[in-house]
């Protein structure tokens, strides 16, 4: 792929108002200090990838004002118009202020920022802006072939060593054996491994190892210091406190006897005898006292029964009285209308009509007294129905208020009999108070209890002398025998912390043996690793003209360490003048545009102090210190070329 620049504008980037350039094969971009050249490499790594030639994405795109604040309401654009294998693309992006106007508010107020993005002129997303670059070209490598400095000055040593790699290739293992007679035992001792894991495998157990000899001398010094003096005389303690042994029986025997003495122990057997009525005849006054008090509880018990039964009762009886008295009142109130009712019957007169209401002519006699009859007769029925009704009811009322007052006369009593059982309650807890507050009283016992009690007080007294005698003397035959088992006891711990010396003395030896033999392993290793160093040094410079690269530095042990650092004729590059860093550069690009195809633009920043440049396959950049330029000037001319 041969990527290359027509064309980029810019408009408001940075200390840029507005600025078109046109790019040929070759172009130079003159102008004194902070006149803007690497402001347009600023722009056209922006318009790509949203980062400036010092790869930060958070660098400020806004002019300044003459009071050093930044430039508000103005488009920040970039276009960059390039050629990708002949065919044209010109990639936008627009920088710009967004303002909004709140509700309430005439004025709108900064918000924050938009940007819009472009490719040949159509407006797309930032997703989908970023994705054709990157189906284009990676931003990793295309900073790799544009900026001579990007390989030496950004990446981590680790990953120009990477790439190194990947341009070279992989050097095989057995090429390496194959390079060096001594490395020919190798492949047996790799057992399929690879050096890096061989190497680390052993390494860990050369870590592992050497922690454990560092702890064994100190453990060493643990087991001696534990090592105490013992008696000369070690190997007869066994046998002096079996004699102590049985010393210490007989005392003990003797012990027993006094203790046991004959009056002494028949006293003895008489006070536990006496003791073991009193308990009795105690357990005996405790369960009576214990069944009599159960019994008087259970009266208790029995009477608040008695108590909640006649509250029960009482609410009944009321609740019941409540309800009869509501059903009388009803029955009265129906016996006192009937009464009115009877009364209104009674004082009714016939209404019968004397005349026709037809033809207006008097009613015959005869339907006149019939009529009346018929009244009379209805009358008379009426107030016999009623009369009857009063009379169920008087007969109801009368059953009510009888059985209203026999409701109340025995709610009456309840009271009464309530207050009965109250005191009778009270006297049977007193009755249990009084009880529980008995105890058992045996003088008889008691008093011969004391007297055998003074009779053995007085034979232990004679005899205690000769019992403390005999004690004291069996404490110090104990005694005698703990000291003995004691030493014992050392020269037992004396044998294990010998014994332990010599399993840690033992594991010494081979864990040195073991460390040795690693040690021979590594050294074989190391010398892989240099066989292998020079074989991929000469390979990987073989790729470069100018170019050469230390990649491995001798350590204090005798080892080595990866370092990846370029030189030039001998020179470390942190060492190189600018001249040889760009020509070291851009010699590096050479290789790296032949390793992934790709041809892009080189932009050489302070170019002005390189003299010649190793010839270039694409276009060349030059960004030039010019005291003479004011303001920017630009060039298209060939290249200063030098063969490589």
Not at 343 to 361: G, L, N, R
Request: proline share 3%.
């Amino acid at each position: 792929m041969n990527i290359s620049i027509d064309r980029i504008s810019i408009r408001n980037f940075k200390g840029i108002k507005a600025l078109d350039v046109n790019f040929g094969n070759a172009t130079a971009i003159y102008g004194e200090n902070a006149t803007g050249k690497t402001t347009i490499f600023d722009a056209f790594l922006w318009a790509l990838f949203g980062k400036d030639s010092q790869n930060s994405a958070t660098f400020a795109i806004k002019p300044l004002n003459g009071n050093g604040q930044a430039a508000h309401n103005l488009d920040h654009a970039v276009d960059v118009a390039l050629n990708v294998d002949g065919r044209p693309m010109l990639l936008s992006k627009v920088f710009t202020e967004k303002y909004t106007k709140k509700r309430g508010s005439a004025k709108a107020e900064f918000t924050g920022h938009t940007t819009d993005y472009f490719i040949d002129g159509v407006p797309i997303q930032e997703k989908e802006y970023k994705e054709r670059i990157k189906a284009m070209i990676n931003e990793n490598v295309f900073r790799l072939l544009t900026d001579p400095r990007y390989f030496n000055e950004v990446l981590h040593w680790q990953d120009r060593r990477k790439i190194l790699m990947e341009i070279c290739g992989e050097v095989e293992i057995a090429d390496v054996i194959a390079s060096d007679k001594g490395l020919s035992g190798l492949t047996s001792i790799l057992n399929g491994h690879s050096i890096d894991d061989f190497r680390k495998m052993i390494a860990a157990q050369k870590r592992e190892i050497n922690d454990q000899l560092e702890k064994i001398p100190v453990r060493i010094d643990e087991a001696s210091r534990s090592i105490v003096e013992i008696r000369p005389d070690i190997d007869t303690v066994p046998a002096q406190i079996d004699a102590l042994e049985a010393k210490k029986q007989e005392l003990e025997s003797q012990l027993a006897d006094l203790r046991n003495g004959g009056t002494l122990s028949a006293k003895r057997i008489e006070l536990q005898e006496i003791e073991a009525e009193i308990l009795q005849q105690k357990n005996t006054f405790e369960k009576d006292r214990r069944l009599l008090i159960e019994s008087l509880q259970k009266e208790c018990d029995d009477i608040l029964e008695v108590k909640r039964s006649l509250a029960s009762r009482a609410v009944d009886l009321s609740a019941t009285i409540d309800s009869r008295t509501r059903e009388l009142a009803g029955y009265e109130e129906q016996c006192e209308n009937l009464r009115h009712e009877w009364i209104a019957i009674d004082s009714q007169e016939s209404t019968d009509p004397t005349m026709c209401p037809t033809c207006k002519q008097p009613m015959p006699q005869r339907i006149i007294e019939e009529a009346r009859k018929n009244f009379l007769n209805a009358k008379a029925s009426r107030l016999a129905s009623i009369e009857q009704n009063g009379i169920r009811l008087k007969h109801m009322i009368e059953s009510l208020q009888d059985a209203i007052k026999g409701f109340q006369e025995e709610l009456s009593t309840i009271p009464a009999a309530t207050n009965n059982l109250d005191a009778r309650y009270n006297d049977i807890m007193k009755r249990i108070s009084d009880i529980q507050a008995e105890h058992p009283d045996f003088p008889d016992l008691e008093a011969k209890k004391a007297s055998i009690q003074a009779e053995i007080d007085n034979v232990a007294q004679a005899e205690q002398g000769v019992i403390n005698e005999v004690r004291a003397r069996m404490e110090q035959t104990i005694s005698e025998i703990r000291e003995l088992e004691a030493e014992l006891q050392k020269a037992e711990a004396n044998k294990r912390a010998e014994s332990r010396i010599e399993e840690l003395q033992r594991q010494e030896k081979v864990l040195a043996e073991a460390y040795e033999a690693i040690e021979k392993n590594l050294c074989l290793i190391e010398d892989f690793t240099r066989a292998k160093v020079k074989l991929v040094s000469e390979k990987i410079n073989s790729k470069f003209s100018l170019a050469r690269f230390r990649l491995f530095e001798d350590q204090i042990n005798g080892g080595l360490s990866e370092v990846c650092e370029t030189t030039l004729n001998g020179v470390p590059y942190s060492s190189m003048n600018n001249a040889g860093r760009v020509q070291v550069g851009l010699d590096i690009i050479r290789t790296l545009q032949a390793h992934y195809g790709i041809i892009a633009p080189v932009w050489i920043d302070n170019r002005e102090s390189i003299v010649e440049l190793p010839e270039m396959a694409g276009q060349v950049i030059s960004l030039i210190v010019s005291e003479a330029d004011k303001q920017l000037r630009i060039e298209t001319q060939p290249q200063t070329k030098k063969a490589a």
